[in-house]
């Protein structure tokens, strides 16, 4: 069973830090690319961040600004997002995500091979 245990969300003030993990398990993880989609109320779905497990290559969003992180302890087949200077505009629902390409990251109404339970992260002003 395909599963990607999100978590790490919560309610932070703005500038500050949050880290979200993401156990993988159920797949072979060198073969995907994972990362995390969000999706904030009344707007699109956005394409955070992967990282591409058999490369190590990394991709952000534009919106972020340098100001996330994402990661991989392979042996563990854990993702990490550390978010740092977060701001108002970064509260979402952060989704957990999989897939053989990278292509949903830039184009996120594609399908998605994997998709793991959201978490919730709110950021205070």
């Known amino acids: 069973e395909v599963q990607l245990q999100a978590s790490g969300g919560g309610l932070v003030q703005a500038g500050g830090s949050l880290r979200l993990s993401c156990a993988a398990s159920?797949?072979?993880?060198?073969?995907?690319?994972i990362g995390w989609f969000r999706q904030a109320p009344g707007k699109e779905r956005e394409g955070v961040s992967y990282?591409?497990?058999?490369?190590?290559?990394?991709y952000y969003a534009d919106s972020l600004k340098g100001r996330f992180t994402i990661s991989s302890d392979n042996a563990k087949n854990t993702v990490y997002l550390q978010m740092n200077s977060l701001s108002p505009e970064d509260t979402a629902v952060y989704y957990c995500v999989a897939d053989r390409y990278v292509s949903p990251w830039y184009f996120p109404n594609l399908r998605v091979d994997y998709w793991g339970k959201g978490t919730q992260v709110t950021v205070s002003s």
């Open positions: 159920g797949f072979t993880f060198d073969d995907y690319a």
């Open positions: 990282i591409k497990i058999s490369t190590g290559t990394t």
